[in-house]
């Protein structure tokens, strides 16, 4: 009997281009892909000709396949000898829950491999010109999760204690904060973060259309209402994102037009 497998593909943060060469080769080998809506169709050009292609999208308001189902047909299409690819954006293991279907896939005793990928925290700030640390800007980054869990027991993240690792010169890279802006900001500005931070959001980075707003902390929340930013995005907050202005000044982050249009919003 052929025996399945199951491969955590990380599809990175949007751009094609931006895959790995394992996850690439995997995908050319899979019998099934199964794949989150926030994965760029392109990638799925390297999928083995006659492989099933299934979409499993999530995203918040759209109609939702449940956690549990995608994990009962992963392990189905294993068990039945298929070498499956669970095709996620970003990295498997970054807020992706690859973590739990790796679980659910070893409990069903179904060999897993990991292929990590992009994680749209790393992409979003270098798609604007924002190094993620600086030597003379900072020395490290925290990357966290706005999102509360629906369950209850996760009261979400002690913005206090965020305020004052943001003060000590760490960058907050903040996931699926941005339809609760006012929540993160007034977290951050009553732990104590002056509200004069530079602060940004990219949306869609490395995608056809990707936008930023490039202003600061007391403002993220007007500015994403101005230009209606909406998700995917990541919010990017420290002295760092001061440098997306030069990277602005210079060119390197394109005003416009598109396909790369960045929104310098009023810093004031
Ligand atoms: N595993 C993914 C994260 C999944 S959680 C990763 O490693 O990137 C989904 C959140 O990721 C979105 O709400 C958004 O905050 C962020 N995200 C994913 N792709 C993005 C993109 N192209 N641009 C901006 N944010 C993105």
């Not at 918040?60 to 396949?65: E, L, M, P, Q």
């Not at 995608?70 to 970003?90: F, P, Q």
């Not at 979400?156 to 305020?163: E, F, S, T, V």
């Amino acid at each position: 009997m052929k025996h399945g497998k199951v491969w955590l593909v990380g599809a990175g943060p949007g751009d094609p281009e931006l895959l790995t060469l394992k996850a690439a080769r995997v995908l050319g080998e899979a019998d099934i892909v199964i794949h989150d809506d926030l994965v760029h169709p392109g990638t799925l050009r390297y999928a083995r000709p006659g492989a099933r292609i299934v979409a499993v999208g999530k995203r918040g308001g759209c109609r939702s396949t449940r956690q549990a189902f995608i994990e009962r047909l992963l392990v189905a299409e294993a068990l039945a000898g298929n070498m499956v690819v669970r095709l996620k954006g970003g990295d498997p293991f970054v807020f992706g829950r690859g973590g739990e279907e790796r679980e659910a896939l070893r409990a069903a005793g179904i060999p897993v491999d990991v292929v990590d990928g992009i994680t749209a925290g790393i992409a979003a700030p270098s798609a604007i010109g924002v190094p993620l640390t600086h030597r003379a800007a900072c020395h490290g980054a925290i990357f966290v999760t706005a999102h509360v869990a629906s369950n209850g027991d996760d009261s979400g993240p002690d913005w206090a204690a965020l305020a004052a690792a943001a003060r000590s010169g760490l960058t907050l890279i903040i996931y699926m904060g941005v339809t609760m802006l006012h929540g993160v900001v007034e977290g951050l500005v009553c732990g104590g973060l002056d509200p004069d931070t530079p602060a940004a959001i990219v949306e869609r980075a490395t995608l056809p259309g990707q936008r930023a707003v490039i202003t600061v902390l007391e403002r993220l929340a007007t500015e994403r209402q101005r230009h209606g930013l909406t998700s995917p995005s990541i919010i990017v907050i420290g002295k760092v994102v001061g440098r997306a202005r030069l990277a602005a000044q210079r060119n390197e982050v394109q005003l416009a037009p598109a396909p790369k249009r960045a929104i310098i919003g009023n810093s004031r």
